[in-house]
């Protein structure tokens, strides 16, 4: 079911600092839905942020932001629409400068620490350069885990951070022992040190695997223009596109980026607007059409009038979709969150049992079994199983945005993939949207003067039958005439009369009672039969022509619904007009099951009933199918529908083409495969890899998995599983 709008509830993203893995993440989220007026509380590792639904009147933002500290992390409220290529880098810098300084340490510390031993060169004071060496990575460049830990601590629970600062500990304070009571016996300072290095090190590659998933919404943010050609006081200025403002009249010349959205005021051209649709074919545009910020004038000058700037653009709306859609977590990321939120307690236990047994219970040294539960704290940390699901929804929603599909969360992605029914309406969904002239046939050897007649009468009425008979007679060369006398008659049609004689345009029902002779009966009723509405041209004495109006399919209308078939998908039609009409269209469409003279109100009670056998999407574009949208397991909404459509729906497809459906659900399941995938080889890894460190087959081989190839193992999982994710980008659709 659909979930139901909470009233008086304010929404805000909270940018989060200090996060290293998924288990931070688990903490804040708990710390902040234990407030009593959090509704709802969402922390997503992978994007770094909190979307929270709060009641103003019992918690404010800076609360908010003192529980995310109070947990040793830093906060600050989301700034609209920062670019995100910004924040990586810096936490790329931040990163690659602790590496640097951390492996200027580590290196020496493994050279003299291992690779002398192993050739057989002792150094003198050997230990005491290791003890130099391992301590300013151990207490500067380890710090941030040992705040994780502490943090972590005085909420009871623990994280990665625990497990980093516990097994890097033991292998230090246990060497500085050694080295203080048992001088020769052997030190592990190297292997603090290299750990440390080595989960820097798989951080760093981690982040920079990570922004690759997030740079769809750094394109879409350096789409835009940074300046205008703005007209004002008859001049011509250059503006920088944050300066213009609603109502401003802009200069485009050829070749050049739109920088705002707005409505042609003058001169014709095509533009490319593949940025905001994905379409690759430039869209033909006249005066009087909307053009949108980011697009590019491909031919000719052209000036509009600004409508909409800054944050209200179509960019700057597709841009926050997708933002709020990589925030979402999906309904399966709960799984991974629980896991995370037992595994690390789990872990240490484990730890302690392999310390025990190798110790107490085998009768190893202590240097053993120290090493094998640091091995086990180290190759365990969940950071893989965190990335699982946020990695593909980014790159999922990136991917859609790409090719003109806006998904809005994680949630809607995982549920579009078990979808079994589609309801298509019918007016701008299945069809065009606007009626058009489909047949025509003469009763007079004059045919040109007929579609001059036809011109002239319906240029003076307003409606859209008549609009569909104008364009045709213009499109096809007609004159228009003068016209005396038109009146409109309700129900039937229209009279005018041109120099001396009257004329009619109308239905067969306005000929009869004029008391003209109708002969074409069962033409008429062929075409009706379509789902056409017949008119005819008539005068006093006889019929000149029969006209054909119909809201025609969409071209892309029957591939789209044969593409669902193909997926076992069962397709509905659901429209207000008569079941003749509607199932006209269905056939024409390939759809066999048809919901025909269905009230707006009545609209969301088809698919409550449908919803009993399964998953239902409804795509719509009209303010009346807003209810339908809401009530749908799925609301898809056309890019050309209106405001209201694309706000209560789950997908906006930008390029209005029903081709988009299937793709969309096709778009759902592979992101769901590749969660699954990463999901399962990051519990396989650490099933695998826990009881291996721990020695398990240590008595029968002689296999020991060392800290340091556990620790690069560790590194290595979470950028396999960033790494699978990214493939995503690279499947079709």
Same mark, same amino acid.
């Given at each position: !079911?659909?979930?139901?709008?909470?009233?008086?509830?304010?929404?805000?993203?909270?940018?989060?600092?200090? !996060?290293?893995?998924?288990?931070?993440?688990?903490?804040?989220?708990?710390?902040?839905?234990?407030?009593?007026?959090?509704?709802?509380?969402?922390?997503?590792?992978?994007?770094?942020?909190?979307?929270?639904?709060?009641?103003?009147?019992?918690?404010?933002?800076?609360?908010?932001?003192?529980?995310?500290?109070?947990?040793?992390?830093?906060?600050?409220?989301?700034?609209?629409?920062?670019?995100?290529?910004?924040?990586?880098?810096?936490? !790329?810098?931040?990163?690659?400068?602790?590496?640097?300084?951390?492996?200027?340490?580590?290196?020496?510390?493994?050279?003299?620490?291992?690779?002398?031993?192993?050739?057989?060169?002792?150094?003198?004071?050997?230990?005491?350069?290791?003890?130099?060496?391992?301590?300013?990575?151990?207490?500067?460049?380890?710090?941030?885990?040992?705040?994780?830990?502490?943090?972590?601590?005085?909420?009871?629970?623990?994280?990665?951070?625990?497990?980093?600062?516990?097994?890097?500990?033991?292998?230090?304070?246990?060497?500085?022992?050694?080295? &203080?009571?048992?001088?020769?016996?052997?030190?592990?300072?190297? %292997?603090?040190?290299?750990? &440390?290095?080595?989960?820097?090190?798989?951080?760093?590659?981690?982040?920079?695997?990570?922004?690759?998933?997030?740079?769809?919404?750094?394109?879409?943010?350096?789409?835009?223009?940074?300046?205008?050609?703005?007209?004002?006081?008859?001049?011509?200025?250059?503006?920088?596109?944050?300066?213009?403002?609603?109502?401003?009249?802009?200069?485009?010349?050829?070749?050049?980026?739109?920088?705002?959205?707005?409505?042609?005021?003058?001169?014709?051209?095509?533009?490319?607007?593949?940025? &905001?649709?994905?379409?690759?074919?430039?869209?033909?545009?006249?005066?009087?059409?909307?053009?949108?910020?980011?697009?590019?004038?491909?031919?000719?000058?052209?000036?509009?009038?600004?409508?909409?700037?800054?944050?209200? %653009? %179509?960019?700057?709306?597709?841009?926050?979709?997708?933002?709020?859609?990589?925030?979402?977590?999906?309904?399966?990321?709960?799984?991974?969150?629980?896991?995370?939120?037992?595994? #690390?307690?789990?872990?240490?236990?484990?730890?302690?049992?392999?310390?025990?047994?190798?110790?107490?219970?085998?009768?190893?040294?202590?240097?053993?079994?120290?090493?094998?539960?640091?091995? #086990?704290?180290?190759?365990?940390?969940?950071?893989?199983?965190?990335?699982?699901?946020?990695?593909?929804? !980014?790159?999922?929603?990136?991917?859609?945005?790409?090719?003109?599909?806006?998904?809005?969360?994680?949630?809607?992605?995982?549920?579009?993939?078990?979808?079994?029914?589609?309801?298509?309406?019918?007016?701008?969904?299945?069809?065009?949207?606007?009626?058009?002239?489909?047949?025509?046939?003469?009763?007079?050897?004059?045919?040109?003067?007929?579609?001059?007649?036809?011109?002239?009468?319906?240029?003076?009425?307003?409606?859209?039958?008549?609009?569909?008979?104008?364009?045709?007679?213009?499109?096809?060369?007609?004159?228009?005439?003068?016209?005396?006398?038109?009146?409109?008659?309700?129900?039937?049609?229209?009279?005018?009369?041109?120099?001396?004689?009257?004329?009619?345009?109308?239905?067969?029902?306005?000929?009869?009672?004029?008391?003209?002779?109708?002969?074409?009966?069962?033409?008429?009723?062929?075409?009706?039969?379509?789902?056409?509405?017949?008119?005819?041209?008539?005068?006093?004495?006889?019929?000149?022509?029969?006209?054909? #109006?119909?809201?025609?399919?969409?071209?892309?209308?029957?591939?789209?619904?044969?593409?669902?078939?193909?997926?076992?998908?069962?397709?509905?039609?659901?429209?207000?007009?008569?079941?003749? %009409?509607?199932?006209?269209?269905?056939?024409?469409?390939?759809?066999?099951?048809?919901?025909?003279? #269905?009230?707006?109100?009545?609209?969301?009670?088809?698919?409550?009933?449908?919803?009993?056998?399964?998953?239902?999407?409804?795509?719509?574009?009209?303010?009346?199918?807003?209810?339908?949208?809401?009530?749908?397991?799925?609301?898809?909404?056309?890019?050309?529908?209106?405001?209201?459509?694309?706000?209560?729906?789950?997908?906006?497809?930008?390029?209005?083409?029903?081709?988009?459906?299937?793709?969309?659900?096709?778009?759902?399941?592979?992101?769901?495969?590749?969660?699954?995938?990463?999901?399962?080889?990051?519990?396989?890894?650490?099933?695998?890899?826990?009881?291996?460190?721990?020695?398990?087959?240590?008595?029968?081989?002689?296999?020991?998995?060392?800290? &340091?190839?556990?620790?690069?193992?560790?590194?290595?999982?979470?950028?396999?599983?960033?790494?699978?994710?990214?493939?995503?980008?690279?499947?079709?659709?």
């Amino acid at each position: !079911m659909r979930k139901k709008i909470i009233k008086k509830m304010k929404k805000t993203e909270l940018d989060i600092q200090g !996060m290293h893995c998924a288990s931070c993440a688990t903490l804040i989220q708990r710390g902040l839905s234990k407030n009593m007026g959090v509704k709802l509380a969402n922390v997503n590792y992978a994007t770094a942020k909190a979307t929270i639904e709060f009641d103003e009147k019992k918690v404010q933002e800076k609360e908010l932001i003192d529980i995310v500290k109070e947990r040793g992390y830093s906060a600050n409220v989301h700034e609209e629409q920062i670019d995100p290529s910004e924040i990586h880098r810096k936490e !790329m810098l931040r990163l690659r400068k602790k590496v640097i300084i951390s492996a200027a340490f580590a290196i020496p510390a493994f050279i003299i620490g291992m690779v002398f031993m192993w050739v057989g060169i002792h150094i003198p004071y050997n230990d005491i350069i290791l003890l130099i060496l391992a301590t300013p990575i151990q207490f500067y460049i380890g710090l941030e885990f040992y705040k994780g830990a502490w943090s972590a601590l005085k909420n009871k629970t623990a994280n990665m951070d625990t497990l980093i600062a516990l097994g890097t500990s033991a292998a230090y304070f246990y060497s500085l022992y050694l080295l &203080i009571f048992a001088s020769g016996a052997g030190q592990y300072f190297e %292997t603090s040190a290299i750990l &440390i290095t080595l989960v820097l090190l798989g951080k760093f590659l981690e982040a920079y695997a990570k922004g690759k998933t997030s740079e769809a919404i750094s394109k879409l943010m350096h789409l835009s223009p940074k300046t205008a050609r703005v007209l004002r006081g008859g001049k011509k200025i250059i503006l920088s596109a944050d300066d213009v403002i609603k109502g401003d009249v802009i200069i485009v010349k050829p070749g050049e980026k739109i920088a705002v959205d707005g409505t042609i005021i003058e001169v014709n051209s095509s533009i490319d607007e593949s940025a &905001i649709t994905g379409e690759s074919i430039p869209a033909e545009k006249k005066k009087g059409d909307k053009v949108f910020a980011a697009t590019i004038n491909k031919h000719g000058s052209f000036r509009f009038k600004t409508e909409k700037v800054g944050k209200d %653009t %179509t960019l700057s709306h597709i841009i926050k979709l997708v933002e709020e859609a990589q925030g979402k977590k999906a309904p399966i990321q709960r799984f991974a969150d629980n896991i995370s939120a037992y595994f #690390v307690p789990v872990v240490i236990g484990i730890a302690i049992i392999t310390f025990i047994v190798w110790k107490f219970i085998v009768g190893m040294d202590t240097s053993f079994a120290i090493i094998t539960a640091v091995s #086990v704290l180290v190759i365990a940390c969940p950071c893989a199983l965190g990335l699982a699901t946020p990695t593909a929804i !980014m790159v999922g929603t990136g991917k859609g945005a790409k090719n003109g599909i806006l998904i809005k969360g994680g949630d809607s992605l995982e549920t579009a993939h078990k979808v079994k029914y589609v309801i298509f309406d019918k007016t701008g969904t299945i069809t065009k949207g606007t009626p058009e002239v489909t047949d025509i046939n003469y009763e007079t050897k004059d045919s040109k003067e007929a579609l001059d007649l036809l011109l002239s009468i319906e240029s003076a009425s307003e409606h859209p039958l008549a609009q569909a008979v104008v364009k045709y007679s213009k499109d096809n060369k007609a004159k228009i005439k003068k016209v005396t006398d038109f009146k409109a008659l309700p129900g039937f049609g229209v009279e005018a009369k041109i120099g001396k004689e009257t004329y009619f345009v109308g239905n067969r029902i306005l000929a009869e009672k004029k008391g003209i002779k109708i002969t074409k009966h069962k033409e008429i009723e062929s075409l009706e039969n379509q789902g056409k509405t017949a008119m005819l041209l008539f005068s006093k004495k006889k019929i000149l022509c029969m006209i054909a #109006v119909a809201d025609t399919l969409r071209d892309d209308s029957k591939k789209a619904i044969t593409n669902l078939n193909k997926m076992n998908i069962e397709t509905y039609l659901l429209t207000g007009d008569n079941e003749r %009409t509607a199932k006209a269209i269905a056939k024409q469409a390939s759809i066999t099951n048809v919901f025909a003279q #269905v009230l707006p109100q009545d609209k969301a009670n088809h698919i409550k009933i449908l919803q009993k056998k399964g998953l239902v999407a409804m795509i719509g574009d009209g303010i009346n199918d807003a209810p339908a949208l809401a009530q749908a397991d799925i609301g898809i909404a056309m890019g050309s529908g209106t405001d209201v459509a694309m706000e209560t729906s789950d997908i906006v497809l930008m390029k209005n083409s029903s081709l988009d459906v299937p793709k969309a659900l096709k778009l759902s399941k592979n992101t769901m495969s590749k969660i699954r995938q990463n999901m399962f080889w990051a519990l396989f890894y650490n099933v695998l890899g826990i009881p291996i460190a721990a020695g398990i087959l240590y008595p029968s081989t002689g296999l020991l998995l060392s800290p &340091i190839i556990a620790g690069g193992a560790m590194a290595l999982s979470s950028v396999s599983v960033i790494t699978n994710s990214i493939f995503l980008k690279y499947k079709k659709i």
